[in-house]
């Protein structure tokens, strides 16, 4: 059935929506529901603050090595990734679209004495507001949205030119079906049953078509690969279940 004229079309998937605003008390919780995030921390902010300083020729040992920049943290969460981009000295804005995890990172910024701007809004209301960015992290959020193109268009359209930006999801194999679903969901338990859905799954393909669309151009690419006699995610060459992609704007 075609969508009514006055309709509006969305990157919302409110259930994927309603399902993480339901465990929202959770976010800050390292042996909680999103333990799999805490873990993955480590090796998303090295490669984020190695690749931005790179790029913008910055030196990695400065403690406020993003400072004068402003990034974009679309579908932020509670804030696992905005409190440390804002230690760094960065101009951090978090972009939720669940008022919930949006309150639920206010407080935590607030009792971390850190000043973050977080918004309860989508990629495209941001877009039409006329936002731009040196960088958008675009971390797990792919995923869970009712439109993978129109969402990569928004976040693409308000990048600056010569900006970055990251973005980190899991691959629609077998592979990721089993590992990543029945595995994490089921056997493991680091995730509640129902997080991921293997159709919404993204191949790097998916993702690159609407990023070379908008001006955008995959410069890097690594798999992340979790490690069990560690119990720690390392980048890896394979990008059969976690992977990120870093795209660069030219003009």
Same mark, same amino acid.
């Given at each position: 059935?075609?969508?009514?004229?006055?309709?509006?079309?969305? @990157?919302?998937?409110?259930?994927?929506?309603?399902?993480?605003?339901?465990?929202?008390?959770?976010?800050?919780?390292?042996?909680?529901?999103?333990?799999?995030?805490?873990?993955?921390?480590?090796?998303?902010?090295?490669?984020?603050?190695?690749?931005?300083?790179?790029?913008?020729?910055?030196?990695?040992?400065?403690?406020?090595?993003?400072?004068?920049?402003?990034?974009?943290?679309?579908?932020?969460?509670?804030?696992?990734?905005?409190?440390?981009?804002?230690?760094?000295?960065? @101009?951090?804005?978090?972009?939720?679209?669940?008022?919930?995890?949006?309150?639920?990172?206010?407080?935590?910024?607030?009792?971390?004495?850190?000043?973050?701007?977080?918004?309860?809004?989508?990629?495209?209301?941001?877009?039409?507001?006329?936002?731009?960015?040196?960088?958008?992290?675009?971390?797990?959020?792919?995923?869970?949205?009712?439109?993978?193109?129109?969402?990569?268009?928004?976040?693409?359209?308000?990048?600056?030119?010569?900006?970055?930006?990251?973005?980190?999801?899991?691959?629609?194999?077998?592979?990721?079906?089993?590992?990543?679903?029945?595995?994490?969901?089921?056997?493991?338990?680091?995730?509640?049953?129902?997080?991921?859905?293997?159709?919404?799954?993204?191949?790097?393909?998916?993702?690159?078509?609407?990023?070379?669309?908008?001006?955008?151009?995959?410069?890097?690419? @690594?798999?992340?690969?979790?490690?069990?006699? @560690?119990?720690?995610?390392?980048?890896?060459?394979?990008?059969?279940?976690?992977?990120?992609?870093?795209?660069?704007?030219?003009?």
């Amino acid at each position: 059935m075609a969508k009514a004229k006055n309709q509006k079309s969305t @990157t919302i998937d409110q259930v994927e929506v309603d399902r993480f605003s339901a465990m929202a008390d959770e976010w800050w919780s390292p042996t909680g529901k999103f333990r799999p995030l805490h873990k993955f921390n480590p090796v998303r902010l090295q490669y984020i603050k190695q690749q931005i300083c790179q790029h913008f020729d910055r030196d990695m040992r400065d403690p406020n090595a993003l400072s004068g920049l402003r990034i974009l943290d679309i579908g932020c969460g509670g804030g696992l990734l905005c409190e440390p981009i804002a230690r760094m000295g960065g @101009t951090i804005i978090g972009a939720d679209a669940s008022q919930t995890n949006i309150e639920v990172a206010r407080i935590h910024a607030g009792q971390s004495r850190l000043d973050i701007d977080y918004r309860a809004i989508t990629a495209e209301e941001l877009q039409a507001m006329g936002e731009k960015f040196d960088v958008v992290l675009n971390m797990d959020v792919v995923e869970h949205v009712a439109d993978v193109n129109l969402f990569i268009s928004a976040c693409a359209k308000m990048i600056k030119p010569k900006g970055l930006m990251f973005i980190a999801t899991i691959n629609r194999t077998k592979k990721a079906q089993a590992l990543a679903i029945f595995m994490a969901e089921n056997v493991l338990r680091w995730l509640p049953k129902g997080t991921h859905t293997y159709e919404k799954l993204v191949k790097p393909e998916e993702i690159e078509a609407p990023l070379n669309d908008n001006g955008m151009e995959v410069i890097d690419r @690594t798999g992340v690969f979790y490690n069990p006699l @560690t119990d720690r995610w390392i980048k890896s060459r394979d990008m059969d279940v976690n992977y990120m992609l870093l795209a660069k704007r030219h003009t």
